[in-house]
């Protein structure tokens, strides 16, 4: 699945079952899109939704656990307080350049989790070729 996709499938399957789940309403836990969005790039990047599903039922148990303990009647799990539920983020988006400078050029990566970009610094010298035999440099 595409991010969209993965963001579709989050908010009308997964975030329900999991308040189902949970025994909680949807007026005492809701996540906002920018924070399934950060969850989706940020810790769930792989091709399906089963990671992304244990994210939120991770969330969801988290709420109902402060719920029951009184710390909180409802929380809105907005990009701020993420990270003190699911933890550090385990993919980053940090860029190397905004605009690439003059002798860097930008490759195209692909792992098993996505894509990449690769940044190639690019460095011209002149080296005067070794011959160990006449015939082996040769112009036609």
Same mark, same amino acid.
């Not at 719920?67 to 929380?75: G, L, N, P, S, W």
């Not at 385990?90 to 930008?106: A, C, L, Q």
């Given at each position: 699945?595409?991010a969209?996709?993965?963001?579709?499938? +989050?908010?009308? !399957?997964?975030?329900?079952? +999991?308040?189902? /789940?949970?025994?909680?309403?949807?007026?005492?836990?809701?996540?906002? *899109?920018e924070?399934l969005?950060?969850?989706?790039?940020?810790?769930?990047?792989?091709?399906? @939704?089963?990671?992304?599903?244990?994210?939120?039922?991770?969330? +969801?148990?988290?709420?109902? !656990?402060?719920?029951? %303990?009184q710390?909180?009647?409802?929380?809105?799990? /907005?990009?701020? /307080?993420?990270?003190?539920? @699911?933890?550090?983020?385990?993919? %980053?988006?940090?860029?190397? !350049?905004?605009?690439?400078? *003059?002798?860097?050029?930008?490759?195209? +990566?692909?792992?098993?989790?996505?894509?990449?970009?690769?940044?190639?610094?690019?460095? !011209?010298?002149?080296?005067? *070729?070794?011959?160990?035999?006449?015939?082996?440099?040769?112009?036609?």
């Amino acid at each position: 699945y595409v991010a969209e996709e993965k963001l579709a499938i +989050a908010q009308q !399957y997964l975030v329900p079952t +999991a308040q189902k /789940n949970c025994g909680l309403s949807q007026e005492q836990m809701e996540l906002t *899109p920018e924070s399934l969005h950060t969850l989706i790039k940020s810790y769930c990047r792989e091709s399906g @939704v089963r990671n992304l599903q244990k994210h939120i039922e991770k969330i +969801a148990r988290k709420v109902a !656990y402060k719920i029951v %303990k009184q710390e909180a009647d409802k929380m809105v799990i /907005n990009d701020s /307080n993420l990270s003190e539920l @699911v933890g550090k983020p385990t993919f %980053k988006h940090d860029r190397m !350049y905004d605009i690439t400078p *003059p002798g860097v050029v930008m490759g195209l +990566a692909w792992t098993a989790m996505d894509q990449t970009d690769l940044r190639q610094r690019i460095i !011209y010298a002149r080296f005067a *070729p070794k011959l160990e035999h006449p015939k082996m440099l040769t112009l036609q």
